[in-house]
């Protein structure tokens, strides 16, 4: 069952040197291209990166996270703020239905939104295959400021192109050593209501 996959899903951060099949990377790759979309514009753009010399340099735009050159794959993902032109929905004159008429902050965080669910998508479908993953979140860009040298050189590399954001970066690969999952949440009543914020359910 899908629910018993995510009650077992783990952040990893130390992987083995096995190196991950290049169609299991598609499936996973799949899994995210195949993602909901507000309105099928799809506000994304995944690469995926197997050199060890991006994923150097990744890493150091990751403020040195060592799991980030030390994954045997990457997954780069890119909120591409582009696909909403792209996918001329001006004929919709509703701001709610549009977010291209919110404004340029309101179309950023709703393409930020998007791409949520295809990393979602793909985190799940590794974890079916037995690949782990951790998502960085903690890297330079746009709306970190942090690090802009190495953002600079890494948007080349990669060929990003105007309002192209790299959002996210997924790591991949086989566990290092098999530990339990230690899994910690808030309780259900804590965070789930009836109708209202503090009835039970």
């Not at 290049?22 to 790759?29: A, G, H, I, Q, S």
């Not at 954001?165 to 339990?180: D, F, K, N, R, V």
């Amino acid at each position: 069952m899908l629910l018993d996959l995510i009650k077992s899903r783990k952040s990893v951060r130390k992987y083995s040197p096995k190196h991950i099949p290049d169609e299991d990377l598609r499936k996973v790759l799949e899994a995210g291209r195949l993602a909901p979309s507000w309105m099928n514009v799809q506000s994304w753009k995944f690469i995926l990166v197997k050199s060890q010399e991006m994923k150097d340099l990744l890493s150091e735009l990751s403020v040195g996270q060592a799991h980030v050159k030390n994954a045997d794959a990457l997954i780069v993902c890119i909120a591409d703020i582009n696909a909403w032109e792209e996918a001329k929905i001006t004929h919709i004159k509703n701001p709610a239905l549009n977010p291209a008429l919110q404004g340029e902050n309101g179309l950023l965080i709703r393409t930020m939104e998007q791409i949520i669910y295809p990393i979602s998508y793909m985190m799940l479908e590794a974890e079916t295959l037995n690949i782990k993953s951790c998502i960085i979140g903690a890297l330079g860009n746009e709306i970190t400021e942090l690090l802009p040298d190495v953002y600079t050189k890494v948007r080349e590399k990669l060929g990003l192109k105007e309002n192209q954001i790299l959002s996210t970066i997924i790591t991949l690969g086989y566990e290092e050593e098999q530990t339990p999952t230690n899994k910690v949440r808030k309780n259900f009543d804590d965070v789930i209501s009836l109708e209202k914020l503090g009835n039970k359910f």
